[in-house]
């Protein structure tokens, strides 16, 4: 059943041009596809041709105009095989496939009235009979015919080349797409849509027509998304010298949609979450969300499209390098500090659970069942870590010429990690062999750094330590090449002193490299007793430990002068005290607050901070699941009784500083999504939160009034998040009903409604989520629901998921069953929650190892029992 790595061979045969005719229909749409096929030149000739396909009714099938006969070929569930094939030669298919049956999203499928596709990554095999593999790349001529009233636009990738009438009430457009390309980047879309449309001049002056096409009640959600197209644009001829290569290019928005979007040759195919935004409508964070998804899915025209990915393997090859390409943009575009702590944050909370869990695996795996289930944090975020890591060792300027190497000597190529780090390794002359474990190796390294000032001979002795912990399948793991970016700060100056490393100066902000399992690190002319701050910037995506105390984190986080490890340190310091709160409330002890927590919070308060986004996340404390990922054993209540009482304590001692900084940040300028707005919406938000955490008159009636004054959706949904989360029902349901009535029509604004119900700390949430899931706006065939509902509570709102009583793991696994039927793609995400039973008490572990039994049991899938089999391994 599984694939492996090893195992690769390039296919027997090749196709070097497609052409696809599709006439559609809901239950029986016909699929013609004429292949040029030839012999691979490193294959042996006479090998059979195989070619995958999945739920497809052959009608006809010939060679060369020949139809064949019944012996000459044999059909399977996941393919067909003809026999004995000439060298070249023409294969002609015809197949019917059902778009309204398809539930699972993947290949061709319809989303409300309109047809749409989703190829990647094997999605291409319930389409028509094909070498669905990214190593076979073909240009493509597409004809679709629809019904000229139900589907006036008929879309496809490349340049339209024709188009026309036909009896019986239907029409055609023919596409044709001249860049070779993996049949994982076809796309078709067709339905009854709208168009914004704009214009792009290349730097080499190629005129590219822009179009975002939607249903007609979205077409005022528009503009941000083309704006941030034609930003993104720019930036790659700018940063990367990568110019758009075809007239147009696409954009289209659809309701029903895996995962956020993709990237299909010239028709890039979005979840409707991830391209529209209005200020009425969508939140900051939705903004830059819809931001870089754009800016993403464009940039892989080179990272992705024009150089791909020899085998699935290789997956990180183009999704990390590419989420590497749109954090740096966003981090252009808005605030470069603040991005990076949302970046790492959210990895250190969630890849770090990954990595810890029993799906582990390496950013390039060597094994698979099911590959979407490979669409991870690790591949993804993992990756980006991986080639930032690779950009700071071997400078941006050869990290350049080696991007350009690797997109020149390998355009229309799919390629492996090994051409595009030798391309790094070329460019720069450095020696990158050891480095590149970390594609191989799973698991996140650890690191236990000690520091010693030695006064009489003004030294500094850094010690060095890396582990990485066993995975499963990887027990032994190899020491890692690990760049740390450090300072040392002056506990007199308060200043970096300089640094001065085996004679050699470095500066006062220095990169060392960790390469064996444990090294030393005397720094010199060490001129006063230092604090130590290390991984700037997380240099490495490690967990770093070092014996700091509070006094050192609190001098940290005044006077570090890296931005991030400023936040760090307020991070770190919160922990301790959450650590001594947690144990207080298992241990049944009276919880204090430790004063130099609030101290702390009172200085940021009190600086005029330039960047104020970069405060806001200062003044936040560590998530749930970000303290839970910190304890050996997670306790669930304790964390949130801990949290609870830092936040109510806090927003008692600095009540009139919180409330300042609120009034100071309030602002009716008309909305706009830029960095300085953003920064000050984020800033007095957070404050409000403290004003309602102790829920007194004057907090209630800031919120509500945020709430009704309605002036943007930043500012409802986080009043309306603060009311529904409040112990006070009285203020949550009006406001609740309120907002559902008004946002009814708007299936977005009704995502947002379901997950802050589900959310709440409240003990009623489950019962919320369940008769949600009869609420009409639901549909568990929606996966945009799905998250909003099932994902949310099972996924943030941890003390009610991991109820002592199981209801919550009982009601997860009851979704996934019926899930795994109609979408398992979803189904094997949805669940993820269950498999992290290892970290609870053992009575919580029964109940969900039980549930996962329970799914076991059902005929399964192969993406839920590659999840659920490594779960209960
Ligand atoms: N390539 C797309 C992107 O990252 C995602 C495709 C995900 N495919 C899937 N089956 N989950 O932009
Ligand atoms: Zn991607």
Redesign the pocket.
């Known amino acids: 059943k599984p694939t492996y790595l090893r195992d690769y061979r390039p296919p027997a045969y090749r196709v070097t041009h497609t052409e696809l005719t599709f006439d559609l229909d809901p239950a029986a749409t016909r699929v013609k596809a004429r292949l040029h096929l030839e012999r691979h030149p490193e294959r042996e000739s006479g090998l059979p041709l195989t070619l995958d396909g999945e739920r497809l009714v052959l009608k006809a099938i010939a060679i060369d105009g020949q139809p064949l006969e019944e012996d000459e070929y044999a059909l399977t569930e996941d393919g067909l095989t003809v026999h004995r094939v000439p060298e070249r030669f023409l294969l002609d298919t015809e197949v019917e496939i059902a778009p309204e049956a398809n539930t699972a999203l993947?290949g061709l499928y319809q989303s409300g009235g309109m047809y749409c596709t989703?190829c990647?990554?094997e999605?291409f095999r319930r389409i028509t009979y094909y070498p669905d593999r990214p190593d076979v790349m073909a240009t493509f001529a597409t004809t679709v015919i629809g019904d000229a009233k139900r589907e006036p636009v008929l879309l496809s990738n490349g340049n339209p080349v024709e188009r026309g009438e036909l009896p019986g009430g239907r029409h055609f457009v023919t596409w044709e797409d001249p860049h070779p390309k993996p049949c994982y980047l076809f796309a078709l879309v067709a339905g009854d849509l709208e168009k914004v449309e704009d214009r792009f001049t290349t730097m080499s002056g190629r005129e590219v027509t822009l179009q975002i096409w939607v249903e007609a009640e979205n077409l005022g959600k528009t503009d941000h998304a083309m704006a941030s197209l034609k930003r993104a644009m720019t930036w790659d001829e700018q940063t990367y010298g990568r110019e758009y290569d075809l007239d147009r290019f696409m954009i289209v928005a659809v309701n029903d949609f895996?995962?956020?979007?993709?990237?299909n040759k010239g028709l890039n195919i979005f979840n409707s979450a991830a391209v529209l935004t209005h200020p009425h409508t969508a939140t900051d964070a939705a903004f830059q969300r819809v931001e870089g998804?754009v800016a993403?899915?464009y940039f892989?025209n080179w990272s992705?499209n024009r150089v791909t990915c020899r085998d699935w393997f290789q997956l990180s090859l183009?999704?990390g390098f590419?989420v590497f390409r749109d954090q740096c943009f966003s981090a252009d575009t808005n605030s470069a500090p603040v991005k990076r702590i949302e970046d790492v944050s959210f990895f250190r909370t969630a890849q770090f659970a990954e990595d810890a869990g029993p799906t582990a695996h390496p950013i390039r795996p060597d094994h698979y069942i099911e590959?979407?289930n490979f669409?991870t944090l690790t591949i993804?975020e993992k990756g980006a870590e991986v080639v930032r890591m690779l950009r700071n060792l071997v400078g941006w300027e050869a990290f350049r010429r080696g991007s350009d190497r690797y997109f020149e000597r390998f355009d229309g190529q799919a390629v492996t990690i090994e051409d595009f780090v030798g391309c790094m390794e070329e460019a720069s002359g450095q020696d990158l062999s050891q480095f590149m474990r970390w594609y191989s190796q799973a698991g996140t390294p650890e690191i236990d750094a000690h520091g010693e000032y030695d006064y009489a001979n003004a030294e500094y002795r850094l010690i060095l330590r890396q582990r990485t912990p066993a995975t499963p399948d990887q027990p032994d793991k190899l020491p890692l090449h690990i760049p740390i970016r450090l300072g040392l700060v002056g506990t007199k100056s308060g200043r970096d002193l300089p640094l001065t490393l085996d004679g050699e100066s470095l500066g006062t902000d220095a990169v060392i490299h960790l390469r064996e399992d444990e090294q030393e690190f005397v720094f010199t002319e060490v001129s006063e007793a230092p604090v130590p701050s290390l991984a700037r910037g997380f240099s490495a995506p490690v967990k770093l430990r070092f014996p700091y105390g509070r006094e050192d984190l609190a001098f940290l986080l005044a006077n570090d002068s890296d931005g991030f490890n400023r936040w760090d340190a307020g991070q770190r310091l919160a922990m301790l005290a959450l650590d001594d709160l947690i144990a207080a409330h298992r241990n049944g002890v009276e919880k204090v607050m430790d004063s130099r927590v609030v101290e702390a919070f009172r200085t940021l308060l009190s600086q005029d901070s330039d960047d104020k986004a970069v405060l806001a996340e200062m003044l936040t404390l560590p998530s749930e699941a970000y303290i839970a990922e910190q304890q050996p054993l997670v306790d669930v209540d304790a964390i949130h009784a801990a949290r609870t009482f830092v936040k109510q304590s806090l927003a008692m001692a600095l009540r009139d500083e919180f409330l300042a900084v609120f009034e100071a940040n309030r602002s009716e300028a008309p909305y706009a999504p830029e960095p300085e707005q953003i920064a000050a919406r984020s800033l007095k938000n957070v404050a409000l939160s403290y004003l309602m955490a102790i829920e007194d008159e004057e907090g209630i009636e800031l919120v509500q009034r945020q709430f009704a004054a309605d002036h943007n959706m930043t500012d409802v949904r986080h009043a309306l998040t603060l009311l529904v989360h409040s112990s006070r029902d009285d203020l949550a349901e009006p406001a609740l009903r309120r907002f559902g009535e008004k946002w009814a029509h708007d299936p977005l604004v009704m995502d947002q409604w379901f997950s802050i119900q589900v959310t709440r700390p409240q003990p009623d949430a489950l019962e919320r989520v369940k008769f949600l899931m009869e609420h009409p706006a639901f549909s568990l065939k929606n996966p945009n629901k799905v998250r909003a509902l099932i994902g949310a509570f099972a996924g943030q709102n941890r003390v009610n998921f991991h109820r002592a009583d199981g209801e919550g793991y009982r009601l997860l696994a009851d979704v996934v069953i019926e899930l795994n039927r109609l979408n398992p793609?979803i189904a094997a995400r949805i669940i993820t929650p269950l498999t992290r039973w290892q970290r609870f008490d053992e009575a919580r572990q029964a109940l969900m190892k039980a549930e996962l039994e329970r799914i076991r049991a059902e005929e399964l899938s192969p993406n839920v029992y590659e999840v659920v089999q490594k779960a209960l391994a």
């Open positions: 993947e989703q990647e990554a999605g895996n995962m956020g979007a993709m990237e998804i993403h899915e892989h992705g183009k999704e590419t590959i979407t669409y993804y793609e």
